[in-house]
Structure formats: structure tokens, C-alpha cells
């Protein structure tokens, strides 16, 4: 009865067929009988295996008779299933491929102190899209305040742009590439957040600064979606 399951047939099908093959025409009470499987799952054992073409069903005396096909009828279920299995094995050198392409890079990169921090914003300088800041205003100032100069002139060298999310009690500024929007000041934190490319970094200002860099697309796609709601209502 293996070797049928192992041919599709469920449990209850190969039992039916096999009591078909040993005792020949039968009706379905005869079949339940025979086989031991209750009356309701004979009919549908034997629905599945004439929809397979493992049995036929004949009229006599006004009564319906079942009858098992000939065993050869097994080697085109066989066959069918070795052609289904070659299809299958066509897909394997495809979904290997797939397999073996780069897979999204994920990389989490933590720093500490001022130097660690120089290593944050020179890695914004390589940025192919514009900067999004929201957070801790103007601490980058304070931390850095002779780096920041320089920082910024590259930035303008490259033309890389910026929009920034400040606190409402920040005095604007103009500053070049750069549009700032305003938010009130319940909102402020004692960390900053720069969104480019496909990354995210995290500045904690405290006394001896922190700093992660997270690259991972889908982060920092979330991250911008935030930036950009946050963008909408905040006011010039």
C-alpha cells in the first residue's frame, strides 16, 4: 500500500483500489465492507481514484458497480509524475542563481568619541542622495566646532544636499543646499538622526558621543517615510 501512497494516492484510495484488484466488481457498501473504511470516505476514495483512471464504474440491475483498472494503468501515473519531476528539476538551476546573487547588505557599525564621530560625517560626504537630519539641533556645532566648517564646505563642494527638522527654537539659518523646517520643541532629543543613501546614523550627544551607522535598505526606507510625514507638517 506504500508503493501506491508513494504514487499520490492517499491512504483510503490505495486501500479501496486493492480490495477492487482482490475481489473484483463491487459495490460501494461492499467495497466499505471489505476495506474497513466507513461508507461516506469509500466515495470519496473512489471519486479520487476515478479522476486518476484507476477505476470505472459500471450499471447493473439498476446498481452501481465499481471495478479496478488494469495495474498497468500505474505506469502512466509514473510516468506523468517523472515528467513533473523533470520540470521540477528545471527550476533548480534558475532558484540557484537567485541563490547565489549579492544579498542586500546588512551592517550595523558603531563609534565613540570625536574621532568616531569625524568618521560619521565624512561617510555622509559620500552620499549619492540628499541628507535628511532631524533631532538634536545644532549639537554637531558644539561638538565639532571646527570640524563643521570644513564639513559643510565639502558638502557644498560635492553639492550634496540637505533638509533638515529642527526645534522651533532654533534661530534659522541659511545655509547653502539646505532647506530647514520647524518643529515645536516637546519634539527635541538628545540624538541626532542623518538619513542617506540606503543608511541610517544614529548620534548620541552625550559626554563622549556615540555613534551608529545602520545600512540596511528597508530601515532606511522606514526612517525616510517617517522623515517625510514629520516633513509635512512641520512649519517654515
Request: glycine share 4%.
Amino acid at each position: 500500500m506504500e508503493q501506491l501512497e508513494n504514487l499520490g494516492l492517499s491512504p483510503n484510495e490505495s486501500k479501496c483500489y486493492l480490495t477492487l484488484i482482490k475481489i473484483g466488481s463491487s459495490s460501494a457498501n461492499e467495497i466499505a465492507r471489505q476495506s474497513g473504511i466507513h461508507r461516506v470516505s469509500v466515495y470519496d476514495a473512489l471519486r479520487g481514484l476515478r479522476e486518476k483512471g484507476l477505476i470505472s464504474q459500471i450499471i447493473k440491475e439498476n446498481k452501481m458497480f465499481f471495478e479496478a483498472a488494469n495495474p498497468d494503468k500505474l505506469y502512466s501515473i509514473i510516468e506523468q509524475k517523472e515528467i513533473n519531476l523533470k520540470k521540477s528539476k528545471e527550476i533548480i538551476p534558475n532558484l540557484m542563481k537567485e541563490f547565489d546573487l549579492p544579498k542586500q547588505k546588512q551592517e550595523i557599525r558603531s563609534f565613540k568619541g570625536e574621532a568616531g564621530l569625524k568618521t560619521i560625517f565624512e561617510d555622509m560626504l559620500k552620499s549619492k542622495t540628499e541628507i535628511l537630519d532631524f533631532g538634536a539641533e545644532n549639537k554637531i556645532k558644539e561638538y565639532l566646532k571646527y570640524y563643521y566648517p570644513q564639513w559643510d564646505k565639502k558638502r557644498l563642494i560635492k553639492k550634496i544636499k540637505m533638509r533638515i527638522i529642527a526645534n522651533i527654537k532654533i534661530k534659522p539659518t541659511k545655509l547653502k543646499l539646505t532647506k530647514i523646517k520647524f518643529i515645536p520643541k516637546e519634539f527635541t532629543s538628545s540624538v541626532s538622526t542623518y538619513i542617506y543613501d540606503d543608511k541610517i546614523a544614529l548620534v548620541m550627544w552625550v559626554d563622549n558621543p556615540l555613534g551608529t551607522i545602520i545600512d540596511h535598505q528597508k530601515v532606511a526606507e522606514s526612517y525616510k517615510n517617517y522623515f517625510e510625514y514629520l516633513w509635512k507638517v512641520a512649519k517654515e
